[in-house]
């Protein structure tokens, strides 16, 4: 059985933490929401439970009723974002998926902070804020899902002796 996560960011190494829960997690871009007037950020994403001992097998034609491998609905906010901008994501196309693979934050000039949520294939949002405010919750029951997530660009790093 998981345990549903409820964690709070509010530094670059917490955030470190949220990624470390949050990578290789899938997002549609129509769950992905700028609140201007409430200077909000959210994003419900449908992320791996990496927490959870799972079995090794990535054989695409596994029974997953047997699969100890799961995803949970997990939904982020960012509070105190003054401005969003993104690079090479389909943003008129709704229903395409994106995979999370890390989140950054680090202090900027003026005493703000920007914040990076990096995806899959080159996309990445970029939130600019008054400081790292952040609240991760799942919400509930995770159901079975292929294991381990895989990146094809591994497979294409040759094999060399160090």
Known sequence: MVTALKLRAEDSVDL??????????VVQVRDIAWQPQHHRFAIMLN??????????????NQDLSMNTCQRIRTGLHFNGILKVSSHDLPRHDKSHILELLT????????????????????????????????????????????????????????AKDV
Request: proline fraction near 5%; charge should be negative; glycine fraction near 6%.
């Open 47 to 60: 992320r791996y439970v990496w927490e959870q001992d799972n079995v090794t097998d990535t054989d695409a």
């Open 16 to 25: 470190a933490v949220l990624a470390s829960y949050l990578q290789d997690a």
């Open 103 to 158: 989140i950054s934050g680090e202090k900027a000039e003026n005493d703000q902070y920007t914040v990076t949520l990096i995806f899959a294939g080159g996309g990445a949002i970029r939130l600019h804020a008054e400081c790292i405010e952040a609240l991760m919750s799942d919400i509930g029951d995770p159901w079975p899902a292929k294991c381990l997530p895989h990146h094809k660009i591994l497979d294409e790093i040759p």
